[in-house]
């Protein structure tokens, strides 16, 4: 694996006095070195953010789309590369990294569409009442100020996609902060950015600390922040600042509902799957990744049987092999942490139905039942491959679980049952509500986010572009309409 040092300070490659390793989390390997920005270089990327932005919101939408069509392009084209850089950087198994390329691609397509579209603004007639006789409103929407953009480690390309592409499409400068862990596709990202006439200052990738980060947020010229990662550092980001503009994008212990109806061989055998597979794909690091299971007590045991045996089946192993289904956390202490909640769980009454063991960074896929209330797994979000099962004697009581939940990003509900859809939809306390499904569906162009401590406003390429900007009204006087 080539070793990469510079970062992107305005468009251009530059390095610092200063670096540190990316090592592979499945077997500690070096995949890269990566320069670190000094101080005053990460001034001069804030600094250029700041005066290119009348200059960038200006750009034509046919230049900004041209660039985001570029990046969608050759996302694909470096496609099998990157996949590799994800695993390496990552440990994340090959087919899900093919998998986050392919999604990747696809935002920056979605956003070259939507830059096409933005700021055609919308006529309003004021003479509603006779004061506005011959007025005319005309509303569009402009730029906030330049974006801090603060990106995870568990999807290290896709995530930083959804930040970047909506900024390019709105016109918007953006200061992109990779995660630490996995800041290698971020910078190969900017490869391909560099490709583009995008204007210089326009956008900067700072592989900088964690420990830097508050200067950032709190640097009054980046008047909006789009945050992805925990809700303790999320809603420290939002209290520091809270004049900012910021989206947050933070966790979750997404629950799959499993309801007396969708009671079929079929049935159960869809549901099972889908759930051992969503509970355990990027090793459980995702925030919709399947934490609960939830089903109807007519149907539990024969669930249960289904889903242990799917997930003893998951094949576990180096992230490179392409048949590996689950491959290690981002680092042994992640699987220290997740090994530390399952044994507390055990310890205090929970049934070990598979896993429980941890090799290294590597944790087993893991199931339990019979969980007690009080302990961590069954009110933190676990962020690794561990599901608990519940039983519930009806649709009420399932529904009162999901909700009796600090986070509330998003949920499963296997029914057949449209009225009971709707009514899902209608009192579940989440962002998202997948019908037939497992809750980690996401397509990139939805709207996606949470309520209660999974987070404030809503990603989605054209959703981030409206965090990006507000709206202007202009009233024209004197007309004849």
């Not at 390019?168 to 006439?197: F, N, Q, R, W």
């Not at 089903?295 to 180096?318: H, I, M, P, Y």
């Not at 055990?346 to 209330?373: D, F, H, I, M, N």
């Not at 998202?432 to 986010?449: E, F, H, L, T």
Request: charged residues 20%; negative net charge.
């Amino acid at each position: 694996m080539t070793s990469t040092h510079a970062f992107w300070l305005a468009g251009r490659q530059e390095s610092g006095t200063e670096s540190f390793e990316v090592r592979h989390p499945w077997d500690g390997s070096l995949v890269g070195t990566v320069s670190v920005p000094t101080e005053a270089q990460v001034e001069e990327a804030v600094a250029a953010a700041v005066a290119v932005q009348d200059e960038f919101a200006a750009t034509p939408a046919y230049v900004r789309a041209a660039a985001l069509d570029h990046v969608a392009r050759r996302l694909t084209e470096r496609a099998e590369e990157l996949a590799r850089l994800i695993t390496a950087e990552n440990g994340k198994p090959i087919k899900w990294a093919r998998g986050e390329i392919g999604r990747a691609s696809s935002v920056f397509r979605w956003a070259a569409e939507e830059a096409r579209r933005f700021n055609s603004g919308e006529g309003q007639r004021l003479d509603t009442d006779a004061g506005g006789t011959g007025r005319l409103a005309i509303t569009r929407r402009f730029v906030r100020g330049p974006v801090l953009g603060i990106a995870p480690f568990n999807f290290p390309l896709n995530l930083v996609a959804h930040k970047v592409a909506p900024a390019i499409a709105v016109g918007a400068p953006i200061i992109l902060k990779p995660a630490p862990a996995t800041p290698l596709s971020a910078l190969v990202l900017g490869e391909i950015l560099a490709e583009t006439d995008l204007p210089a200052g326009s956008w900067s990738v700072l592989p900088v600390s964690n420990d830097r980060m508050p200067a950032l947020v709190q640097d009054p010229r980046l008047p909006v922040i789009s945050f992805t990662g925990s809700d303790r550092v999320g809603y420290q980001i939002m209290d520091s600042v809270p004049r900012k503009h910021v989206t947050l994008e933070l966790g979750g212990n997404a629950a799959a509902v499993v309801l007396a109806d969708w009671s079929s061989e079929a049935d159960l055998e869809w549901a099972a799957t889908r759930i051992a597979t969503f509970a355990n794909y990027q090793g459980g690091q995702s925030c919709i990744s399947v934490q609960r299971v939830i089903a109807d007590a007519s149907v539990f045991d024969r669930l249960v049987e289904k889903v242990v045996a799917k997930v003893g089946v998951q094949v576990t192993g180096d992230p490179s092999d392409d048949a590996v289904d689950v491959g290690p956390l981002v680092n042994e202490d992640a699987a220290k942490r997740v090994e530390s909640w399952v044994d507390e769980a055990v310890a205090a009454g929970a049934q070990l139905l598979t896993g429980g063991k941890r090799e290294g960074a590597s944790y087993a896929p893991t199931v339990l039942a019979g969980v007690p209330a009080g302990v961590t797994l069954a009110t933190e979000e676990v962020f690794g491959p561990v599901l608990t099962l519940t039983s519930a004697e009806s649709t009420d009581a399932a529904f009162a679980l999901v909700n009796d939940s600090k986070f509330g990003l998003q949920a499963g509900v296997f029914t057949h049952d449209v009225q009971t859809a709707f009514r899902a939809h209608r009192e579940l306390e989440v962002g998202g509500v997948i019908i037939g499904d497992a809750p980690s569906y996401r397509a990139d162009q939805m709207p996606y986010g949470g309520v209660k401590d999974s987070g404030v406003g809503r990603e989605g390429v054209a959703y981030a572009m409206a965090d990006y900007t507000y709206e202007r009204v202009m009233v024209l006087t004197g007309l004849v309409l």
